[in-house]
């Protein structure tokens, strides 16, 4: 054989291989550090079994995450839904409840498990909806129903699971000493395994995810293939669920709450790829014991000694020092953003190979390709077809805008509550209040049109909301600050999220909404964190006049203006309303009629072909996501000055609200478009649905979860909306089709 002939060597295997060799070596250091810092806990047999059982349903979870991410897809919902089956099972069979067997609720949860997984699938595949839209509106949904049907209290069912050892034995330990959620984990993960590396079903997984139109061609149905991914995840959601359900004989409103972050940490830590078509079973498994593990270390914290003086006495005590509250979500935020970096920079260009074979004096290995992530689907079109088929008429060209849909729902809604409830509505004072919880969500649906008309997407709106009133409140209150050093530290702390998001987006090269989705989990634990869980109040009221009327202000300062309308305006009138106003005035005329709002729509619209027109477009994306970081904190400056107060659940489901708003409003999920006119109606609809859902209508109110719910509906059929009907410019051809049936019957009767 010649020295250069070409050697032919074995392909990497599918089951297992150096990486995951690489996880042991690094769970066993773990491990040992763990048992030299808490002896008491990480030192017993004990604690590794419990260790193993808690890794278990998340485990089994990463299972069906991992043919999902090999598909290119993602499923923020897992969480949410290993949740509502534990919920749903307890209502059905707890004895206070429905009070059904437990074969029949263990049948109607698998049944729910496949609904969603099919609504993923088929909203992601048929309905052409981004993979992380759909399913964080499922998540959002989801926990929507597992607030509203638990109430917010526990659900618990130990007395009639005695009645049904079989079932509940699933969370006990069995004879050989382990709990047989491991033993059923161990099975999933051989079956899965065998599946992705050595099945029909696998070759089919990795070819979809690693050139879907390749596989195309190759006569793979690629629909199926990733519908069949979304039941599958699902499915493992499902089964570990029903394992929380046997173990705990009960549940809390908590169930699953982050769920989907460690298990996506978990899957790209075991070293799938965010780009699709890699990804081991054996990995995940792997990776999701190291989440755990990290988890574990951080909560059960260290012992240490204390010293406590009593009288003239001096105690040296035991105790566990432990981290803050938020301090958990914080790391694990950083280690989901940390991981899927990993991959494109390290895995790909295969830095540990080479560097072996450098030591070794051997030829490098050639790197793998290294590509992006991009939000694939139709490009905005605008709304040119339309105009042209109704410009005949002023209402038609009104019409066919993009944002008109936003602004005659809003008046229908707002005529609507003058139609139930006229004693309210019509109030002024009542008006305005509707108007101030407007001004907050209006912020935010400021910044993140320009995100969504970049080609981008903000999924941490909420949390920094929340981190920068804690950041403000926290100066106030502990630190004792002026109003003005608490401003300016809470639009920092805003700002610096911002700046991350924007940094590991553009200069990383991350998926924005990875990345946000970890800046979603870092802000809000660093905001429960500065305020260790606890709401706080009580600062100067120089800094409250933030969220106070006008006529507040003045009288204030010793001002009081006559009585009339400009007293009565005044005393109706927000200081928050008019910098929200202010503020959208300035970013719509930036949007609309400046060389920058141009560039935003065009690298939205075209990032390629705006790059070859001499675009920064590296430098839009980032501008748009600091935008959208600056208002979201002036919206947590606000919260906290007009609340007087700060609660760390600040923000939360704003996300979606803002999502909804800027789509509602004409903005295109997949960029491109969007005006500031079409968000801010948007937001009015949002807005308006809430305090419809609110109204006290002859004794009747629905309740908030129910309303979250609904929420995330509305978004899901905007987005739709948006694909369908805007983008497919399905009106213009319903219109262009009933021109030429006018014509041909105009023809006929001449």
């Known amino acids: 054989m010649e020295p250069n002939a070409t050697r032919h060597e074995r392909a990497p295997s599918q089951l297992i291989g150096g990486w995951e060799a690489g996880l042991v070596s690094l769970l066993v250091l773990l491990y040992l550090g763990g048992a030299i810092v808490n ?6 047999a004990e604690a590794f079994h419990a260790l193993l059982r808690d890794t278990s349903r998340v485990a089994i979870i990463a299972v069906g995450m991992t043919f999902v991410i090999v598909n290119k897809d993602l499923d923020l919902s897992v969480g949410s839904t290993y949740g509502l089956i534990a919920v749903v099972f307890a209502r059905l069979f707890a004895s206070n409840v429905l009070d059904l067997n437990v074969l029949t609720a263990i049948i109607l949860c698998l049944t729910l498990g496949v609904v969603i997984g099919l609504a993923n699938g088929l909203l992601v595949t048929v309905l052409k909806v981004p993979a992380f839209i759909a399913t964080l509106t499922v998540l959002f949904i989801g926990r929507g129903f597992v607030l509203a049907l638990t109430h917010g209290q526990a659900i618990y069912y130990p007395g009639k699971a005695k009645e049904y050892p079989l079932f509940f034995h699933l969370g006990e330990t069995n004879v050989f000493g382990f709990n047989n959620q491991i033993a059923i984990f161990a099975v999933v993960a051989v079956i899965g395994a065998l599946v992705l590396a050595k099945t029909r079903w696998g070759y089919e997984t990795f070819a979809t995810g690693g ?17 069949r991914a979304y039941l599958i995840s699902s499915l493992c959601a499902t089964l570990a669920g029903l394992m929380s359900a046997a173990q705990d004989k009960g549940v809390t409103p908590l169930y699953g709450v982050s769920g989907e972050l460690t298990v996506i940490a978990a899957v790209i830590i075991g070293g799938a790829s965010i780009l699709g078509g890699r990804g081991r079973v054996a990995g995940s498994c792997l990776g999701a014991l190291l989440v755990v593990l990290l988890d574990k270390v951080l909560r059960e914290g260290w012992p240490i000694t204390r010293t406590v003086k009593i009288g003239d006495e001096e105690i040296t005590v035991n105790a566990i020092f432990s981290l ?3 301090a958990v979500p914080v790391f694990l935020g950083f280690l989901l953003v940390i991981a899927v970096l990993i991959e494109p920079h390290l895995i790909r260009r295969q830095v540990a190979t080479r560097f072996w074979a450098w030591i070794c004096g051997k030829p490098p290995p050639p790197a793998y390709e290294i590509g992006g992530v991009a939000l694939e689907g139709v490009q905005t079109k605008g709304a040119m077809a339309t105009d042209t088929a109704m410009s005949t008429t002023t209402i038609g060209r009104f019409v066919g805008r993009r944002d008109s849909l936003a602004i005659i729902l809003a008046v229908l809604l707002w005529f609507t509550g003058v139609a139930l409830r006229p004693d309210y509505w019509w109030n002024l ?9 407007y001004t907050e969500l209006a912020l935010i649906a400021i910044g993140l049109t320009y995100v969504i008309a970049a080609g981008d997407i903000d999924l941490s709106v909420g949390s920094v909301l929340a981190l920068s009133g804690s950041t403000a409140a926290y100066f106030l209150k ?6 003005f050093t608490a401003i300016a530290m809470g639009l920092l702390a805003g700002m610096a999220a911002g700046l991350v998001n924007a940094v590991v987006t553009v200069g990383f090269k991350l998926p924005a909404f990875i990345a946000t989705l970890g800046m ?3 802000a809000r634990g660093l905001a429960a964190w500065f305020v260790a869980g606890q709401q706080l109040a009580g600062w100067p009221e120089d800094y409250n006049l933030l969220g106070r009327k006008v006529n507040d202000i003045l009288l204030h300062f010793g001002l009081s203006l006559p009585s009339g309308v400009m007293r009565s305006v005044a005393e109706v009138v927000s200081v928050q309303t008019i910098w929200m106003f202010f503020v959208a005035l300035m970013a719509g005329a930036v949007l609309a009629f400046t060389p920058f709002g141009m560039k935003v729509c065009a690298t939205g619209g ?3 072909a705006a790059a070859y027109a001499g675009i920064d477009t590296n430098r839009v994306r980032f501008i748009a996501l600091m935008l959208a970081a600056l208002c979201a904190a002036m919206a947590g400056i606000i919260n906290v000055a007009y609340f007087r107060s700060f609660n760390p659940v600040a923000g939360q489901f704003r996300e979606l609200d803002a999502i909804a708003s800027v789509i509602i409003g004409g903005g295109s999920i997949f960029g491109g478009y969007g005006t500031m006119i079409g968000a801010l109606a948007g937001a009015a609809v949002i807005t308006l649905v809430r305090a419809l859902m609110q109204l006290n209508v002859q004794g009747f109110t629905m309740p908030q979860h129910w309303i ?3 929420i995330g509906l509305i978004l899901i059929v905007a987005v739709l909306i948006d694909i369908w009907v805007r983008q497919a410019n399905i009106l213009a051809h319903v219109l262009a089709r009933l021109a030429r049936m006018r014509r041909g019957k105009e023809i006929a009767h001449g």
Do not use: H, K
């Not at 004072?429 to 919880?437: G, V």
């Open 606 to 608: 075209n990032i390629r």
């Open 708 to 710: 979250n719910v609904f």
């Open 324 to 326: 803050p509250v938020g």
């Open 211 to 227: 050139n879907e139109q390749a596989a195309v061609y190759a006569g793979i149905p690629t629909n199926w293939v990733r519908i």
């Open 39 to 44: 002896p008491a806990f990480f030192g017993s």
């Open 520 to 522: 979603y989990y870092i």
């Open 478 to 483: 502990v630190l004792g600050a002026d109003p």
């Open 429 to 437: 004072s009542n008006s305005f209040a509707i108007l101030l919880n």
